[in-house]
Structure formats: C-alpha cells, structure tokens
C-alpha cells in the first residue's frame, strides 16, 4: 500500500523541526507552476544531471510498511547487484532511476560502431527484480535459510524518475517523472531508513575549454548513438567534397584519453573504417585517421608495462596515431588545441568528432550532497568505510562510481616528516629527483600505496608543481601537491568490477551473512585493442573458483598477461559470461557471429 497524498512542498531552507513545520499540505486541485522548455530538455538517462524544482509539490509515496525501508539509486552495476542480493523478507527495497534499463558499459564502443547492437547491452530493471533473476546461489540461499521461493518472494518497486535532491536531515529523497509524457511538475518524495547512493559518475572534462560545447562523452547509449551519428556524418559529408585535404579533415577523428574506453573505441573504429567503410566509402577511408591522445607516456597506464607496450604497437601498425605525453588545452569546433609536455609546443589537430575520455568525476546530485557534509573531503566522489557507510551520515551508503574507499592513510598528515625525510641536502626545497625518490621508495610505497600516483605526478607535471620556477619545490608547494592529488586520489578504479562487488556485498552484510568489511578482489583487467587482438591481465583459475576459495588461495591470485588473438579470445569468453542474462548472452553471441559473416551495418538513424 502506497501513501500518495497528500501533496508535499519541500521548505526553502531545512531545518530541525517536527514534520509540521517542515512542510505544508497543498490542495491536489492547485494547477501546478509550468517548467521552462529547457528545464523539460535535459536527458532522461542521466540522474545526475536533473534539476531540482524548488517550485513543485511533491506527492509522498513512501511505502506504508513496517520492514526497514532502504531507497536504491541508479540502476547501474551496483544497484542490480545490491538488488538481485538483499533480502526482501526484511527490507522494503525501492530503485529510482530515470534509466529503467541495466546497461553493460564495457561494450559501449562496440556498440558505437555495430559489432553489437544496443538492444543486446541492455536488460529491464523490472525483469531483473523478479525472483527467476537472482542468482542460483542466492535463490538457494534464500529457501533453505530464509524460507523463501518464487511463491512467497517480495519484489521490490521500481520508479522511473530521476532524484533531483537528498535531505539528509529529514531522510528523505526527491525525485521528478521526467518522461516525455509527464506532467509540467509530476514529483514525490520518499522517506527512506538506508539510502544507497549508486547513481554512477560523470566525465570529468578537468574544466578544460571547449570539452562541453564540442566533446562527445561514451557513458550512456544515447551517447553511443551521438558518436555513431557523428561518425557517418563525417563520412558522408566527405563524400561530397573534391579536395582530398578537405577529406582527411573530415575523417579525422580524435580520442583524448588512453584508458581502457579510449583505446577500445579507438580499435574498435580503426576496425570498422578498414573493414566495413572501406568498401563503401573507398576514397574517404583511404583518407581517414583516428588519433588517440594520452597525457602520459604508455598507454593504459594503470595496467602491466608490457600490456601497454603491445597495446602502443598493435595501434601503431593500424590506422590509429598515437599522441604519448600530449595534454589537449582547448576543444574547438572541428579541432583540438594540444600542448606537447616536454617541449611545451601548442598545434591545432583537425578532429570532426573528438570523443573526451578523461576519468569520471561525481555528478550535481552528488556534488550538492557533499556540500552538505562537513566530513567530505574528497573531490572524486563521496567518502565511505569499509561497511561502505558515508562518512558524516548514519544511514547513507554510497557504492560504485560515485564512492570513493578511504584507506586510512592521508599523506598531508605527515607534511614535515614526509618533506624532512625527502630533503636530503637540508636545504629546506626539493628538487624533482628527491621528490621521486621520496615517493618511489620504502618505506613510503608500504605504509602509502597511493605514492605510486604522486611519483607519476611528480615525473610529469613537475613544472606546474614548482610555481615560482625555481627548479625546487619548497614546504608550501610540497603541501599544495599532496592537497591536490589526495583530495582527486580514488584507490580503486571506477570499473564495472568494483561497482558490482561493492553492491553484492553491502547486500550480503545487510542480510547477516558477513560482518567483514568490504575488500575488492581484482579478477583482472581487458581491453580490446583493434585487429582481432585484445590485452588481458587476468587470474584465470581464480575467476573458476567460487568467491570464498579464491580468498584462501593466494597462490592462485597471480596475473597471467595475455596479449593477441589468445587474449581475445578469454576477452569475449569472459564479457559474454559477465552478460547479465541468459538472453544477454545469446544476442551478444548472435550479434559477434553477423558481423564476422555480413560485416557491420554502417546505417545511420
């Protein structure tokens, strides 16, 4: 049963009194204030993105119930794995989500270019909350010990809005139906006892010029589907023009960021122009090129050196041109701005799609509920224990993109001792080769992984560290690093791996199977790097085993590093078993299989 009156105005300024002053009851029959076109046209797919509309009524749809009531939100890798997991017996789980889809994010670049298509990548939140869903050992778990089956199992609720604003003091969630066919003002608001924060990340554009005017993203479908639309444009428009220059400025294409998603959507476009567009657009293909920009000097730098020297060669001997050590300063229009770091030379890069995939960053909604709390330091997301619980809160937990594991150990803490230790002269200054010593040494590397990360600042920015000059870095300039690179510092990567960890086990602590703390285990890493080759650095006989055996066998936790078709091979083998349902995986499947035999349709629409 679901209270859906009466009508619910959220007060300008939240303060501590009782529930009668704090919000004031509106007639349902009061014509509710009409929204602007432009607050109407943000995308139905991004959360994080929706406004909050201080001028609407709010209806109160909270649950009427007597299980402890925990609010989802987002609908990504964390949420659905929180969701398959948790008890429903004891909580009232409700999901909101503009986004009633699960999306499989890592085949974002193949989907861009049509070796799978977007209907194979996605799966209905309201299909994967049914009890068929859950996992087997789950489902096990749930009749022997919680005397659950299919008969008597409780879904939770879905509702397709976006949450435009968190209350933490009044424990409750707003949320706006921003569906095509909503009402000016159609929004509620939900009490919750557990909030879980799960509503992913945005890319962070590092407040460069340009990036949001003319950068394309690779984070949702629709964003696949702007690239693609981009991309066969440019084709296209090239083919109506004589001059051969004017071609190759056309079908130039430029990826800023060599991560894992920048260096696949560049294979992964290298592969569709030599197989596919070649043969339909033979002179425009002959012309085309795709440059990949990295800031550091190898390319998927947080894998093995050896994966990213093949990676660097692979990409080398294709189409693709690799830009190491380039930084892009502006994006312009049909262009991009890049500066050389060692010799600090600016030239122009003709690009007619420029894809920016630069590291994430947390959302507004996110960013305006750290404002909130004073015990959240941290810029790259929100800051939670190993019980994944939100520091300054009780009741809010965050998992996924937007969460950010504390480790216990800021450097800022020892400035003096860090910044006497490394100056070894006693000059009082540090110049670039102490500080890499500092940071590349024990016993700084055992008590702070993290220094890994500033000695790769340190190797490459060391100019802009040492703002007067002078060559050295003294004690303000020192302590201005370790703020900088601290408060941006995530210890784990902002992967599908982790999100789908974090929310598996925050529903398995929840439901009293485990009090530990939460702990990611690495599986490995992949990529695809163009010409039927991919790069892995995988465990392969720890992925065989069940989660609790691979925790007591170490010795199996070693990384094998597998490079070429081989390591396609396990890349596809492993993503299509990470398909979260069995139809996932037959259209995955299905999808490979077309396109070795037809090629990929290269239809725009």
């Given at each position: ?376 330091t941290k810029s790259a997301g929100m800051l939670v224990d190993t019980s994944l619980l939100a520091y300054g809160t009780d009741n809010i937990y965050a998992a996924g993109d937007c969460a ?78 370790l703020l900088n690179v601290d408060s941006t510092l995530r210890n784990l990567p902002p992967t599908a791996q982790v999100a789908g960890q974090q929310g598996s086990f925050l529903a398995a ?97």
């Amino acid at each position: 049963m679901t209270r859906q009156s009466p009508m619910i105005t959220p007060p300008r300024a939240f303060g501590n009194g009782n529930a009668a002053t704090r919000y004031s009851t509106i007639p349902r029959q009061q014509p509710p204030p009409v929204r602007s076109q432009q607050q109407r046209a943000f995308s139905s797919l991004k959360m994080v993105d929706a406004p909050f509309l201080d001028e609407c009524t709010y209806v109160d749809r909270t649950p009427d119930t007597k299980k402890e009531k925990v609010v989802v939100l987002g609908s990504g890798w964390a949420s659905v794995k929180f969701l398959q997991n948790i008890d429903t017996s004891r909580y009232d789980v409700t999901i909101v989500s503009p986004r009633n889809f699960f999306l499989f994010t890592p085949f974002l670049p193949s989907c861009v270019v049509g070796t799978v298509e977007a209907r194979a990548i996605v799966e209905p939140i309201r299909k994967l909350k049914q009890y068929e869903q859950r996992p087997i050992l789950r489902r096990l778990n749930d009749k022997y010990f919680s005397n659950v089956d299919k008969d008597n199992f409780q879904e939770a609720t879905f509702l397709e809005a976006a949450c435009t604003k968190i209350d933490r003091e009044n424990n409750c969630v707003y949320c706006q139906d921003i569906s095509s066919v909503s009402g000016p003002c159609d929004a509620f608001r939900l009490e919750y006892d557990k909030l879980v924060v799960a509503v992913g990340a945005i890319t962070n554009t590092f407040n460069t010029p340009g990036v949001k005017e003319h950068a394309l993203f690779l984070k949702e479908l629709n964003d696949a589907s702007a690239l693609r639309d981009r991309m066969l444009d440019a084709f296209e428009s090239a083919a109506l023009q004589d001059d051969p220059a004017e071609k190759t400025k056309l079908c130039t294409f430029v990826v800023v960021g060599a991560g894992p998603t920048g260096v696949e959507f560049a294979a992964e476009l290298d592969d569709h122009i030599r197989e596919d567009l070649a043969a339909l657009y033979p002179a425009e293909a002959k012309a085309a090129k795709v440059v990949l920009i990295s800031s550091t000097d190898d390319l998927l730098s947080s894998y093995d050196k050896k994966i990213s020297d093949v990676t660097k060669l692979v990409l080398e001997q294709s189409r693709v041109e690799v830009r190491s050590g380039v930084r892009v300063v502006e994006v312009q229009k049909g262009a991009v701005v890049c500066r050389n770091k060692k010799t600090k030379e600016e030239y122009v890069e003709a690009s007619s799609l420029t894809l920016w995939s630069t590291g994430v960053k947390p959302g507004k909604l996110v960013e305006d509920l750290l404002a909130t709390i004073p015990e959240q330091t941290k810029s790259a997301g929100m800051l939670v224990d190993t019980s994944l619980l939100a520091y300054g809160t009780d009741n809010i937990y965050a998992a996924g993109d937007c969460a950010v594991l504390y480790t216990g150990n800021a450097m800022i803490d020892d400035l003096g001792g860090l910044f006497k230790k490394a100056d070894k002269d006693g000059n009082g200054t540090l110049d670039k080769k102490e500080l890499l010593s500092l940071f590349g040494k024990e016993p700084v590397l055992t008590k702070y992984p993290q220094a890994a990360v500033f000695q790769l600042k340190v190797e490459e920015d060391f100019d802009e560290i040492d703002v007067d000059g002078s060559g050295a870095v003294d004690l303000d300039e020192f302590k201005a690093l370790l703020l900088n690179v601290d408060s941006t510092l995530r210890n784990l990567p902002p992967t599908a791996q982790v999100a789908g960890q974090q929310g598996s086990f925050l529903a398995a602590r929840w439901n009293g199977e485990s009090s530990k703390g939460f702990k990611y285990f690495h599986k490995g890493s992949m990529a695809y790097i163009g010409q039927e080759k991919a790069v892995a650095q995988v465990s392969m006989l720890k992925n065989l085993l069940p989660e609790i055996a691979q925790e007591r066998l170490p010795l199996l936790g070693e990384d094998i590093i597998l490079t070429g078709r081989l390591a396609e091979f396990v890349w596809k083998l492993l993503y299509l078993d990470m398909q979260i349902s069995n139809r996932n995986k037959l259209q995955v499947g299905f999808d490979w299989t077309k396109a070795i035999i037809f090629g990929r349709d290269t239809s725009r629409f």
